[in-house]
Nanobody
């Protein structure tokens, strides 16, 4: 079993910054991709940013140049640095990881979600 714990959400003014963290623990053999998704009220969940085990990153167009995803493999942790936040960034942010567990079974796991609210 793999658990994800997220932290770092909150309320911030337009133009401000927040840093999200997500740590994976449990029966992990290796972690492949790690990423952040978000879901705003009335909208579908969307990929915000992703990072592979090799460090290749991808971003949705609306956050390019403002958000940075990174990972610390030694800590099984992925980060999302969010700068120049806009009201349209308001959403619940979810961590997602693709893991091979100690039984060498691949799995897709989600964090509990953390609220990010950007006020104007």
């Amino acid at each position: 079993q793999v658990q994800l714990v997220e932290s770092g959400g909150g309320l911030v003014q337009t133009g401000g910054s927040l840093r999200l963290s997500c740590t994976a623990s449990g029966s992990i053999f290796s972690i492949y991709a790690m990423g952040w998704y978000r879901q705003a009220p009335g909208k579908q969940r969307e990929l915000v940013a992703g990072i592979t085990s090799g460090g290749t990153t991808t971003y949705t167009d609306s956050v390019k140049g403002r958000f940075t995803i990174s990972r610390d493999n030694a800590k099984n942790t992925v980060y999302l640095q969010m700068n120049s936040l806009k009201s349209e960034d308001t959403a619940v942010y979810y961590c997602n990881v693709v893991v091979v567990d100690s039984d060498i079974v691949p799995g897709d796991y989600w964090g509990q979600g953390t609220q990010v609210t950007v006020s104007s």
